[in-house]
T-cell receptor, first 111, second 115 residues
Framework: LAKTTQPISMDSYEGQEVNITCSHN???????ITWYQQFPSQGPRFIIQ???TKVTNEVASLFIPADRKSSTLSLPRVSLSDTAVYYC????????????FGKGTTLSVSS | GAVVSQHPSWVICKSGTSVKIECRSL??????MFWYRQFPKQSLMLMAT?????????EQGVEKDKFLINHASLTLSTLTVTSAHPEDSSFYIC???????????FGSGTQLSVL
């Protein structure tokens, strides 16, 4: 299972763009990259998933370079409610294979 | 996205009693579900993988006789903490995979407090 490394914490202000980078040097050919958001005392919430290049949805963008050894979650114009822990996970695409959580990045957004 | 319902959200019990936590996939069939445990300010730790109709696969260090997992149908998995003790107090979270591209959907979690 690929291991991921993220910054432990990040600080930002409302309205700014936040980019959280995740390293996954041992990512396998079949691995997808998925990001989750977790608020205290809640289960993680799916944010975005990608395999290569760029993926965008209504809440975030995911940038994946050609070598796929890292990925960057981009949150445009963050608000106070984006204060949470963000996890980057990689998986081999096989149903039944568990995803292992790293330590995650605690994002604190201030006014 | 897919919905995973977990119940109860909070439970307090006396030491030595057993507690059952239910995890249901409401709008999709989940052949595989996962159970995680999370201590305060820590990441999620995988406890076991639950496969419908077969025995669960436990991670190293997780006591299978203490944490009983049953996955009797494609939409329901249960975790029973048997003879709970204060050190079992934790936040338990279930999840299920929709499809085959590792997109996990999580329940809202169960906070277990053992007195």
């Amino acid at each position: 299972l690929a291991k991921t490394t993220q910054p432990i914490s990040m600080d930002s202000y409302e309205g700014q763009e936040v980019n959280i980078t995740c390293s996954h040097n041992n990512i396998a050919t079949n691995d997808y990259i998925t990001w989750y958001q977790q608020f205290p005392s809640q289960g993680p919430r799916f944010i975005i998933q990608g395999y290569k290049t760029k993926v965008t949805n209504e809440v975030a963008s995911l940038f994946i370079p050609a070598d796929r050894k890292s990925s960057t979650l981009s949150l445009p114009r963050v608000s106070l409610s984006d204060t949470a822990v963000y996890y980057c996970l990689v998986g081999d695409g096989q149903a039944g294979t568990a995803l292992i959580f790293g330590k995650g990045t605690t994002l604190s957004v201030s006014s | 996205g897919a919905v995973v319902s977990q119940h109860p959200s909070w439970v307090i019990c006396k030491s030595g009693t057993s507690v059952k936590i239910e995890c249901r996939s409401l709008d999709f069939q989940a052949t595989t579900m996962f159970w995680y445990r999370q201590f305060p300010k820590q990441s999620l730790m995988l406890m076991a993988t639950s496969n419908e109709g077969s025995k669960a696969t436990y991670e190293q260090g997780v006591e299978k006789d203490k944490f009983l997992i049953n996955h009797a149908s494609l939409t329901l998995s249960t975790l029973t903490v048997t003879s709970a003790h204060p050190e079992d107090s934790s936040f338990y979270i279930c999840s299920a995979i929709q499809g085959t591209n590792e997109k996990l959907f999580f329940g809202s979690g169960t906070q277990l407090s053992v007195l």
